[in-house]
């Protein structure tokens, strides 16, 4: 059941039938709640004919609304299922992740041929540190190692999209991930 069409305190017309889509946004807007009234703009060059979106849970008025309503709670207000990107709050486990639809072979390759880099980097470059000061090394490092893990985790989430497994990053201390099989 769709509880609602609009924003929570007015009804606007023109702009409450605009769709949502975080990933196709192209509006921005003031409060509804400022003293002139709101005002929407593009924040994006719009062709003729293109479809215009706003975004449901990243609005003005919505404080941190989306950190923790997502596409549930899209789904819960609003009677939809978001098209990518979807957000997935669990937020009593701190848990968050978000799905990005895979965008081609292309941008897999580039992310192999980044970690590629990195590993011969690491083989080449990062075994001593010379006259680097030992606080800069260790962030050199540990950059690098972050780095490596995300293009590691961004290869393994695209190839898990394409063969139905998905990443959730874990927003606790270790801010590791964990593979969910068969999603």
Request: glycine share 10%; hydrophobic share 40%.
């Amino acid at each position: 059941m769709t509880i609602q069409r609009g924003f929570d305190t007015a009804l606007i017309p023109i702009w409450d039938m605009v769709n949502h889509d975080n990933g196709k946004l192209n509006t921005d807007s003031n409060s509804q709640l400022a003293e002139e009234g709101i005002k929407v703009w593009a924040n994006r060059t719009i062709a003729a004919g293109e479809e215009i979106y706003a975004t449901y849970d990243y609005c003005q008025d919505c404080s941190d609304f989306g950190d923790w309503m997502g596409t549930p709670g899209i789904f819960r207000d609003f009677g939809f299922v978001e098209s990518y990107p979807q957000y997935w709050p669990f937020v009593g486990q701190s848990i968050y992740f978000s799905v990005q639809a895979a965008e081609s072979v292309k941008s897999l390759d580039f992310l192999k041929s980044r970690l590629s880099r990195l590993e011969s980097m690491e083989a080449t470059h990062l075994t001593s540190r010379g006259s680097i000061p030992q606080y800069q090394w260790d962030g050199i490092v540990q950059f690098h190692n972050a780095f490596m893990n995300a293009l590691e985790c961004g290869i393994e989430a695209m190839l898990g999209l394409w063969s139905n497994r998905a990443y959730l990053e874990h927003g606790g201390a270790d801010g590791g991930y964990e593979i969910i099989d068969e999603l």
